[in-house]
């Protein structure tokens, strides 16, 4: 049975899309999580729990969709509701793909590995409170966005560091090329979960620019 990672609100919503959305970032949040709960103890427990995350919110995911083909006017445009759900769910995507490569791949997680994922926790986190907010206080929600765009500055930092450390070093046994390529892979999920939640705040965004 899944216990979740956080308190969730029973709070009404402004909406029934905004219900969905805040659903997707509450499950995007328990993923990245998961995530941390991984990098400190990879056991293919961890990596499942993280799985059944990810594929319980595309089931919230395809509620979205459904709905929005039945509903002919939104509290937000349909073509930024499904957008930035569609940003949500690559988010927790890549965090998904990098517990299974790691488990798979047998990748230790290194001190790089578990910096980077305090960053998608921190997104993760800012995303859902954005969201909360979006309706109701749409300003607030763009002051979160801001934030996740800092943090998607300071991965691309974690991430230059990350590679560079790599590939410092004159020689190397087959072995540790075949970890590096490894490595590689597992630092591009992460970077690419960072860069989708970006794009999720820029649509936040541009959202909070219509309610004003």
């Known amino acids: 049975m899944r216990l979740p990672l956080i308190q969730r609100s029973g709070r009404p919503r402004s909406s029934p899309f905004s219900a969905r ?9 328990e993923g990245a999580q998961g995530l941390e709960r ?12 993280v799985r059944k995350v990810e ?34 769910d690559d988010v927790l995507d890549h965090v998904y793909a990098t517990t299974r490569d ?16 305090t960053v998608v926790r921190q997104c993760a986190q800012e995303l859902y409170t954005a969201i909360q907010h979006l309706e109701a206080h749409p300003r607030l929600a763009g002051n979160h966005a801001v934030r996740v765009r800092a943090l998607e500055n300071q991965m691309d930092k974690l991430y230059v560091k990350a590679l560079a450390d790599l590939y410092d070093t004159e020689s190397m046994a087959m072995d540790d090329v075949v970890t590096m390529f490894k490595l590689r892979e597992i630092y591009r999920h992460m970077i690419h979960a960072v860069k989708s939640a970006e794009q999720a705040a820029n649509l936040i965004d541009d959202i909070v620019v219509k309610f004003n």
């Open 55 to 88: 594929r319980e919110a595309d089931e919230v995911r395809r509620g979205l969709v459904m709905q929005l083909r039945k509903t002919f006017i939104t509290p937000i445009d349909r073509e930024d509701l499904f957008g930035l759900s569609r940003d949500l």
């Open 102 to 117: 790691m488990y798979v791949l047998k990748v230790t997680p290194n001190a790089h590995l578990k910096t980077m994922t």
């Open 21 to 29: 959305l805040l659903m997707q970032t509450e499950y995007l949040v």
């Open 38 to 49: 991984f990098m400190n103890a990879p056991t293919k427990e961890h990596a499942l729990y």
